[in-house]
């Protein structure tokens, strides 16, 4: 099955401790991007890439890092989290065809920074 | 750069009625709008989408409608059944679409 996955669905931490949240495509997709949704705001991009070693920043790419070692890979980095990093994460994908253009979303990540 | 208005926050309609949500944007170059519809729990999904040369697309019982000259797009849904009741995202996306700037969202209630 087609499909983005994101690990862990929820995770609580301490505030200033390092946390990384995995995401992998099984498509073979050239885009991958990271989004957090909070009440109110809708989805704000963090990150994107656009290949392999390719990556920018989005709209909120404060406090956090991304990597693009492997196609299929997209980590997300919180080196020092902190409270206001507390939202609903996720990652998505999509093919980097001139006719295809939708995004396919993971499952979303639950982080609460205390 | 890109600033997209969705309105409204909030809509209740009764079963097989219609449902209109309206998004505007600011930036003129963005030539790609898609929407996105997030039941409770999942990740957003991809339903229809258009681009700047089209001015109207349809789907089954979805349709979406771009006037560029005002810059603003709208989701019609016809024929409302409580399973499309969710919340529904508009976005813009200019050159290059990798970088989608997405709308605050719309909470749809379709009461049977």
């Given at each position: 099955e087609a499909q983005v996955t994101q690990n862990p669905r929820y995770l609580i931490t301490v505030t200033g401790k390092k946390l990384t949240v995995t995401c992998s495509q099984?498509?073979?997709?050239?885009y991958m991007s990271w989004y957090r949704q909070d009440p109110g705001l809708g989805l704000r991009q963090i990150y994107y890439s656009m290949n392999v070693e390719v990556t920018d920043k989005g709209d909120v790419p404060e406090g956090y890092k991304v990597s693009r070692k492997e196609k299929r890979n997209f980590p997300l980095i919180l080196e020092s989290p902190s409270p206001n990093q507390t939202s609903l994460y996720f990652c998505a994908s999509r093919a980097g065809t001139a006719t295809n253009y939708g995004y396919t979303f993971g499952s979303g990540t639950r982080l609460t920074v205390v | 750069g890109e600033n997209v208005e969705q309105h409204p926050s909030t809509l209740s309609v009764q079963e097989g009625d219609s449902a209109v949500i309206k998004c505007t944007y600011s930036?003129?170059?963005?030539n790609y709008f898609p929407w996105y519809k997030q039941e409770l729990g999942k990740g957003p999904q991809l339903i229809i989408d258009i681009r700047s040369n089209v001015g109207e697309k349809k789907d089954q019982r979805i349709a979406v409608t771009l006037n560029k000259t005002a810059k603003h797009f709208s989701l019609h849904i016809t024929?409302?059944?409580?399973?499309?009741?969710a919340v529904y995202f508009c976005a813009a996306s200019a050159t290059g679409f990798q970088k989608l700037v997405f709308g605050t969202g719309t909470r749809l209630l379709v009461s049977p």
């Open positions: 099984n498509m073979n997709h050239e | 930036d003129s170059a963005s024929e409302t059944q409580p399973e499309d009741s």
